[in-house]
């Protein structure tokens, strides 16, 4: 089974979160200005919201690179939500790619907010997640 591991981030968040789950499934994460070069079964992508949104580039990457994903489980951070389902689901479908109905999602620092997160509590859970898919 191939698993890649795909993130973006502005602040860090997410790329803890990435790093710690590349160790779970023994993936180097990489960030998603790294395009797919093979068909990947399972991609864990980690973005997280920027108003009320995912970045525009996790939706463009996600496009691009459309035939090479079997399936995405998203993970993600954020100061306010508690899943980047709902977003991503519009953008799998507009690719007709396939996306895990669970996916992992905590807090992470924002200005004053969540200092600290995602904290180790966190990367232990996105580790635990991450490992009950391969
Ligand atoms: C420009 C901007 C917009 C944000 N908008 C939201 C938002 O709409 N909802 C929310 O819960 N958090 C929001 N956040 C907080 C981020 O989701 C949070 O800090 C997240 O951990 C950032 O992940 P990163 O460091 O990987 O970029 C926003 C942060 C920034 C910088």
Not at 1 to 12: A, C, L
Not at 88 to 100: G, H, R, T, Y
Request: net charge positive; proline share 4%; charged share 30%.
């Amino acid at each position: 089974m191939n698993i890649q591991v795909r993130y973006f981030t502005r602040s860090g968040n997410t790329e803890k979160l990435a790093k710690a789950i590349g160790e779970a499934v023994g993936v180097q994460p990489e960030s998603i200005a790294v395009p797919l070069s093979e068909k990947a079964d399972i991609l864990f992508l980690g973005t997280s919201y920027y108003a009320f949104d995912a970045d525009p580039a996790v939706k463009e990457f996600v496009l691009v690179n459309k035939e090479h994903i079997g399936k995405i489980i998203c993970f993600g951070t954020s100061a306010m939500m508690k899943s980047m389902y709902k977003p991503m689901k519009k953008v799998a479908d507009k690719a007709c790619v396939s996306l895990e109905k669970e996916d992992f999602h905590c807090r992470g620092e924002w200005w004053r907010c969540h200092p600290g997160r995602p904290d180790k509590n966190d990367l232990a859970a996105a580790r635990a997640f991450a490992k009950k898919f391969v």
